[in-house]
């Protein structure tokens, strides 16, 4: 199966501050999907990108895919306190999703 | 919209014992739910993917005598782990896609967390 795979990171931030994270897959995609999860919650869906698209926006968030490099890359802009959380990429076919390990994000107030 | 739910949301039970966990997707109706398991600071693994009205397709490792899916409706699936042990201990979040769309959304649920002592 097709698999996401973070640079493992942890990063911590001042509120304000831009955070950068990414990811990488090992096979081709339709599609990358980027997911928070707040601690012990379930999963949000922030925003997804399809293999024909190499950047995308949505508010606060800018998404990077670049398909000759197996990589996409996540930009939270203006870093707020309820942004910590950890967020996940996932790739997908066959209406299966697998998840990379995720990059936990501190954003202090 | 699209909104999902899991019952309970904390569970701690005695080893040897089975725990049922339900999925309902609220508002609209799963073609297809699936279980993923969560360990502390680690990524979701899919355990497994189950169609309403037929058996649920299991990953490679998860044993499915172990791990009892239900796919009653179109609403709402269960996940029964049998005669549960420490190592059980994990969260465990479910997730719903009413197909239909280009890539299949899931929705997730807030996760379950089971305790087995």
């Known amino acids: 199966s097709q698999q996401g795979e973070e640079d493992p990171q942890a990063l911590s931030i001042q509120e304000g501050e831009n955070a950068t994270m990414n990811c990488s897959y090992k096979?081709?995609?339709?599609?990358l999907q980027w997911y928070r999860q707040n601690s012990g919650r379930g999963l949000v869906h922030l925003i997804l990108?399809?293999?024909?698209?190499r950047e995308k926006h949505s508010g606060r968030l800018r998404v990077t895919l670049d398909t000759s490099k197996k990589s996409s890359s996540l930009l939270i802009t203006a870093s707020r306190a309820a942004d910590t959380a950890s967020y996940f990429c996932?790739?997908?076919?066959?209406?299966?999703?697998?998840f990379g390990k995720g990059n936990q994000v501190v954003v202090i107030p | 919209g699209a909104v999902v739910s899991q019952h309970p949301s904390r569970v701690i039970c005695k080893s040897g014992t089975s725990v049922k966990i339900e999925c309902r997707s609220l508002?609209?109706?799963?073609?297809?739910m699936f279980w993923y398991r969560q360990f502390p600071k680690q990524s979701l693994m899919l355990m497994a993917t189950?169609?309403?009205?037929?058996?649920?397709?299991?990953e490679q490792g998860v044993e499915k005598d172990k791990f009892l899916i239900n796919h009653a409706s179109l609403t709402l699936s269960t996940l029964t782990v049998t005669s549960a042990h420490p190592e059980d201990s994990s969260f465990y979040i479910c997730?719903?896609?009413?197909?239909?769309?280009?890539?299949?959304?899931?929705?997730f649920g807030p996760g379950t967390r089971l305790t087995v002592l």
């Open positions: 997730s719903a896609s009413r197909g239909g769309t280009s890539y299949n959304e899931q929705f």
């Open positions: 096979t081709s995609i339709n599609n």
């Open positions: 990108i399809r293999s024909n698209e």
């Open positions: 996932a790739t997908g076919g066959n209406n299966r999703l697998a």
């Open positions: 508002d609209f109706q799963a073609t297809t």
């Open positions: 189950s169609n309403e009205g037929s058996k649920a397709t299991y």
